[in-house]
T-cell receptor, first 108, second 110 residues
Framework: KNEVEQSPQNLTAQEGEFITINCSYS?????LHWLQQHPGGGIVSLFM???GKKKHGRLIATINIQEKHSSLHITASHPRDSAVYIC??????????FGKGTRLSVIA | DSGVTQTPKHLITATGQRVTLRCSPR?????VYWYQQSLDQGLQFLIQ???????AKGNILERFSAQQFPDLHSELNLSSLELGDSALYFC?????????FGPGTRLTVL
């Protein structure tokens, strides 16, 4: 069993829908990262969270340390949001442990 | 553009060969991380260097080695290549909180 689990694995949404991607982890984590991987392969860091909630544009990330759970929300989704979203956790300065990713397709 | 550069972009080689992947971190970043992304395994941490010294090691095979040079660029050496080594190899550099990923090198072993 992977230490970092994401759900769903695949997600198809209509343009404008509100999207939620979930990440649960079974190890102690002091920081959780959300990454976006574009169809061309490039990876962009979206958020780093250690508590609470962060917002950037239409993206919102939340984390509940006690429940070992984080969510990434996308409001008013758009076809350009189509990508693979990856969560990754770390404890202190240990290396990142990655989930397997959620493939999102937003259809116009 | 993350500021992290990787060369080459694509590499096609044969089993048993040796290749070198190169990474230049963002200006001012001392840490370099190497990751492997294969279709079935997802992203996996290989190794981290900080200011020339190895800081952490992950699932890196003995056939693989890396180093970070005084100018902070890093090289990942893959030898005795096998079909299963075909993957995307990313390097990343970091400030305190964020990792900045390079565009990756796609390695195909035939």
């Amino acid at each position: 069993k992977n230490e970092v689990e994401q759900s769903p694995q695949n997600l198809t949404a209509q343009e404008g829908e509100f999207i939620t991607i979930n990440c649960s982890y079974s190890v102690g984590i002091s920081a959780l990262h959300w990454l976006q991987q574009h169809p061309g392969g490039g990876i962009v860091s979206l958020f780093m969270l250690s508590s609470g909630k962060k917002k950037h544009g239409r993206l919102i990330a939340t984390i509940n340390i006690q429940e070992k759970h984080s969510s990434l929300h996308i409001t008013a989704s758009h076809p350009r949001d189509s990508a693979v979203y990856i969560c990754a956790g770390r404890e202190g300065n240990t290396p990142l442990v990655f989930g397997k990713g959620t493939r999102l397709s937003v259809i116009a | 553009d993350s500021g992290v550069t990787q060369t080459p972009k694509h590499l096609i080689t044969a089993t048993g060969q040796r290749v070198t992947l190169r990474c230049s971190p963002r200006s001012g970043d001392l840490s370099v991380y190497w990751y492997q992304q294969s279709l079935d395994q997802g992203l996996q941490f290989l190794i981290q260097y900080y200011n020339g010294e190895e800081r952490a090691k992950g699932n890196i095979l003995e056939r693989f080695s890396a180093q970070q040079f005084p100018d902070l660029h890093s090289e990942l050496n893959l030898s005795s290549l096998e079909l299963g080594d075909s993957a995307l190899y990313f390097c990343a550099s970091s400030d305190l909180d964020t990792q900045y990923f390079g565009p990756g090198t796609r390695l195909t072993v035939l």
